[in-house]
């Protein structure tokens, strides 16, 4: 049988238990009867619809033992860590288990096969149990039908764990379809850090993403969970990402985004339990005719929690952004504390920045507040560093570097801030040449 999007391979399913192939059967129906969002879609406004098109995108074989090989060896970006996972267009490249004591304690960090065989109950609760209301409940349901790639971390009362756990996501074939999948669970008073990397192996392999990551966490459970996403300039790339936080739960969230021809990023924040304190990052850097698309949703279903959002978007030749975000603060979640700042740099007149934020407040003591600037290059900092033979475009690079070392230094990690900083000059070492 041939394996599209829309007829995907049933034969993996076979051993799957029941409730997973119902919420597989509901996902494909969801794909195929919800339509394709057009430029009359609030929740697209902005987005380039017209452009995006997911046809012709399949799910391909294993890439080579040599390919496996070599991209896990690729992955390197954090040094020191609890356990890591290699995917290569959805096949598994290399696992590195938790440690025997990690295990002894009730860690259980493995990939969704095993987890599925393992912990049927675990998985039943949580597994495709968390979807986006952003938009994209197309692109989820075909995620929903197809995902098999991708970790289960589950990490009981109490347990710290101060290493990160990383997960490295990687297309090599030809317009391969992936589907990662990154499910956190983090009980009482639990610590826990991921890193979930989204790589392509050459500049030229077309690929389809469709990624998803939810976190749960519990009464008191600290969370930290970093992406980086540096896709080739031939990928759409969807992220769905959820967070559902409990009493005095802290959770962290920072996004460096940089790849993709066009990439849409939905994070969706549900508060259930009072005195949590959820923070959110971002930083992307588009180039070129490069679009990324950024959907936010911060809920507040409890009362004396706090949500905090900044995104700073860089912007060069015909790029654009999209920045659409909504804070809601339910009846009775009062003394909630709520922030939203979208900050977006022109650095050429072609660009074009989008912001919407918004409120729904329905408490009547409450602190929140949005805004959204968008500034062009300082013209006198910029003639500044030009007259003293700093090329341009490494005088753009210099600037762009101080607008993000706000939110480079929030992932907390010198090895890993000093990675991301060479991302992104290599970005604009690309452009030089």
Not at 49 to 63: F, G, Q, R, W
């Amino acid at each position: 049988m041939t394996t599209t999007l829309e007829n995907p391979d049933t034969s993996l399913s076979a051993n799957e238990p029941a409730w997973l192939n119902e919420r597989r059967a509901t996902g494909l129906e969801q794909f195929k009867c919800l339509p394709m969002p057009t430029a009359r879609d609030e929740q697209w406004r902005f987005a380039s619809v017209n452009k995006l098109s997911i046809d012709d995108y399949n799910v391909t074989e294993a890439p080579a033992a040599g390919v496996l090989d070599a991209l896990d060896k690729r992955s390197d970006l954090v040094s020191e860590r609890a356990g890591r996972s290699v995917y290569v267009d959805d096949a598994p490249a290399a696992f590195e288990g938790i440690s025997e004591a990690l295990a002894a304690k009730g860690v259980i960090y493995l990939p969704i096969a095993e987890a599925l065989a393992k912990h049927p109950e675990l998985m039943e609760k949580y597994f495709l149990q968390e979807s986006t209301e952003l938009g994209s409940q197309k692109f989820f349901g075909l995620h929903a039908a197809s995902t098999r790639a991708g970790s289960i971390l589950y990490v009981p009362k109490g347990v710290a764990i101060e290493a990160p756990f990383v997960n490295y996501y990687w297309t090599s074939g030809a317009r391969s379809a992936v589907f990662p999948h990154t499910l956190i669970v983090a009980e009482d008073n639990a610590y826990v850090s991921v890193v979930d990397v989204f790589f392509s192996e050459t500049p030229d392999n077309e690929a389809l993403n469709i990624a998803v990551a939810n976190i749960h966490a519990g009464t008191g459970a600290n969370v930290f969970r970093k992406v980086v996403q540096d896709w080739n300039e031939k990928t759409v790339s969807f992220q769905l990402d959820t967070t559902v936080a409990g009493r005095d739960a802290q959770v962290k969230n920072v996004a460096v985004n940089i790849g993709a021809e066009r990439a849409r990023y939905e994070a969706q924040t549900r508060i259930e339990g009072p005195g949590a304190d959820v923070k959110m990052y971002s930083l992307t850097v588009a180039e070129e005719s490069q679009e990324f698309d950024q959907r936010t949703y911060q809920i507040h279903n409890a009362p004396n929690a706090v949500s905090d959002l900044l995104y700073k978007n860089a912007l060069l030749d015909n790029s654009r952004t999209i920045f659409s975000g909504l804070i809601k603060v339910a009846e009775g979640a009062q003394q909630t504390d709520a922030y939203q700042t979208n900050r977006n740099l022109l650095l050429d007149p072609t660009a074009e920045a989008n912001a919407l934020p918004g409120l729904e407040i329905l408490a009547n003591d409450v602190k929140c507040s949005h805004g959204a600037t968008t500034g062009n290059v300082d013209e006198g900092e910029l003639f500044y560093m030009m007259s003293r033979g700093i090329p341009k475009r490494v005088a753009m690079q210099l600037m762009v570097f101080g607008f993000f070392e706000e939110i480079i230094e929030k992932v907390a990690s010198d090895e890993l801030a000093e990675n991301l900083r060479q991302l992104i000059h290599k970005k604009f070492d690309a452009k030089l040449k």
